[in-house]
């Protein structure tokens, strides 16, 4: 590190004394390779700016200690100076040459989905029943009695001509209601807590277009085929305040081990409402959560309490709910997403959107105007520009609205035309680069060879001014920051395919990538003030990385648009990168 750091060429270094509130907790990084990102956005083709510390094709870190107090970032820059302003009691961490960067954000998740799969027995490609039923009696001896337990994955296609039965759970789970629902959702196979709770007995009928399966004697097997498997999960109880929370708890802590500081959750409802106030109330949020309400006809409840109370004020407070999140158009996959023309690969079909989609334009603009930053989900060429309309159209009576800094989620397919109008609306695209590379080898049947050239197209957005801001839509896909990193910088899954990339020309740089992750979301948040650089006075929010996300080696490769380096680890390295640690308001939430 000593050799490594002695090279370094841009070293900013802050004014030098101590003004922090004595009694707060202290903590100093030492020997870590620390990129502030405090200089000025690269170009629209993706060139450094004049002030960053990137010379001949190298990035250098601009520090190498940062001294934090209480919840704060007191300075950034040499291990001597840092360490000479802490304290007495100051913990000192080594981070023996780790990189730092601002406290990377998930700007479109799903953090409830996280905890429910893992509530979830997942029964995925398990072919020994025995195997099952073992996951089952394991998991009920940590679920209070009377809890239901709940599984999802066997393949009750591939187990049509042998289905399972109930006595060995009817054994050996005598306390818990358990339902196991089937891959392709048209079964289910319980024990008889579960279906007697459903209403079911012996003597009953089979309800209209489903099956009790019976065996030879006429008796009932638990398992249960098509609509009769309604009754059963109708049956399921909501979860308590205390499962919610345990949920989402798992979900958030799994966001501050895979590096986050800060998530955005588009799309709440009134069920997980409570339990994210309850976890705000007892201090028990691990990272910062952005709630984005869940615009929609049976979120109303919701959505009218918030028009009444208005966003958060409180800019640091973990439970911010300042955000709302719309629905405009399907998806490209479903051909649900609105297209100007027909589908390449289905004429005389261009998607569904807008009202009858449940777009509600009266209630998004209600809310606008009651102080909300809206997320729009809009996928097609067609969505996306009647999304911009109606941001334009809002703007012309609402024209303080514009400096809310609206989004559109996903925004996967642009119009060439329109590229220009999200920077003159002020309009943020919130994208996915996993959604790029897995949806490549389908997207240009659905699209054709034109109209794919304006469908995930970073570097035209970036040369039309458009500020990008990156996430992965979990669970939908991999949240793994370094996944994320790869595919934006290289336009290639996980899996290295397409081997050349698909459209290269749009990948984005390192930097670009870094900043979509960091500074880009905290600036359409309106919080760069506080944080997304990391620099004196700003919140102590860090993600350290055990590689260095900047100096890419494509050389031999593709990808990294016009910073394409020769130095560094490979792309595919980057898929083996590690969260060393992630810091949140001055705390350590994670370490690996
Ligand atoms: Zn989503």
Redesign the pocket.
């Known amino acids: 590190m000593t050799t490594r750091f002695a090279l370094i060429v841009f070293i900013f270094i802050l004014a030098a004394c101590n003004n922090a509130p004595v009694g707060e907790a202290e903590l100093v990084l030492t020997n870590g390779f620390v990129y502030s990102l405090s200089w000025g956005d690269p170009a629209g083709d993706g060139m450094p700016a004049i002030d960053a510390p990137f010379e001949d094709g190298i990035w250098y870190p601009d520090g190498e200690a940062i001294y934090i107090s209480g919840d704060r970032i007191m300075y950034v820059g040499t291990n001597e100076d840092a360490l000479a302003q802490a304290r007495e009691n100051v913990q000192v961490i080594d981070l023996h040459g780790a990189t730092v960067i601002p406290g990377a954000i998930e700007s ?3 953090v409830h989905e996280l905890g429910e799969h893992h509530e979830q027995l997942d029964l995925l490609d398990i072919n020994d029943r025995s195997e099952i039923i073992d996951m089952v009696v394991e998991r009920a001896a940590s679920v209070p009695a009377g809890e239901w337990i709940i599984g999802w994955g066997w393949d009750e296609g591939a187990w049509a001509n042998d289905l399972p039965n109930w006595d060995a759970l009817n054994e050996r789970v005598p306390d818990h209601p358990v339902v196991l629902k089937g891959r392709r959702g048209f079964g289910a196979w319980a024990n008889k807590r579960a279906i007697l709770a459903a209403g079911f007995a012996n003597d009953s009928d089979n309800p209209d277009g489903g099956e009790l399966v019976r065996d030879s004697n006429g008796d009932l097997t638990g398992v249960l085929l098509n609509n009769a498997v309604d009754a059963l999960y109708d049956a399921i109880p909501e979860q308590t305040l205390d499962q919610r929370k345990r949920i989402l708890l798992f979900g958030l802590d799994e966001m501050a081990a895979s590096g986050y500081v800060a998530a955005h959750h ?2 709440v409802r009134s069920d997980y409402m409570p339990a994210y106030d309850a976890l705000a109330g007892s201090g028990e949020l691990p990272i910062r959560t952005h709630l984005m309400l869940a615009v929609v006809a049976d979120n109303r409840d919701l959505t009218d309490i918030y028009l009444a109370s208005g966003p958060t004020t409180d800019l640091s407070a973990f439970l911010q709910v300042r955000g709302i999140k719309a629905y405009y158009d399907g998806s490209l996959g479903s051909r649900g997403a609105q297209l100007l023309a027909d589908y390449a690969d289905m004429p005389g079909s261009r998607g569904v959107s807008g009202s009858e989609y449940g777009f509600d334009t009266q209630v998004v603009e209600d809310l606008i105007a009651a102080g909300f930053q809206a997320g729009v ?1 809009a996928i097609g060429d067609a969505g996306n520009r009647a999304v911009l309309d109606f941001y334009e159209d809002l703007y012309s009576r609402h024209p303080e609205a514009r400096a809310l800094n609206h989004r559109i ?1 996903h925004a996967q397919v642009v119009h060439p035309d329109d590229f220009k109008r999200f920077a003159e609306l002020n309009v943020a695209a919130s994208m996915e680069p996993g959604h790029a590379v897995e949806d490549s080898p389908w997207a240009e049947d659905r699209l054709g060879a034109e109209r794919v050239k304006g469908a995930y197209a970073w570097r035209t957005m970036r040369e039309n001014g458009i500020t990008v801001i990156f996430n992965s ?1 979990y669970s ?1 896909t991999d949240h793994s920051l370094f996944y994320g990193l790869f595919a934006a910088m290289t336009r290639k899954s996980a899996g290295g395919q397409p081997p050349g990339g698909w459209y290269p020309e749009q990948a984005m740089t390192p930097e670009e990538a870094l900043r979509a992750y960091t500074v880009w979301p905290a600036s359409v948040s309106g919080i760069l003030e506080q944080t997304g650089t990391i620099e004196a006075g700003k919140w102590a929010d860090l993600t350290i990385l055990s590689i260095d996300p900047l100096n890419i080696d494509f050389s031999g490769d593709i990808g990294g648009g016009v910073v394409g380096g020769g130095i560094g680890i490979s792309p595919s390295e980057l898929l083996e990168g590690e969260i060393v640690m992630t810091i949140v308001a001055g705390k350590i939430v994670y370490q690996r």
Request: glycine content about 34%; aromatic content about 0%; overall charge negative.
């Open positions: 479109h998740g799903h588009a799309g989900h989620e839509d939908g």
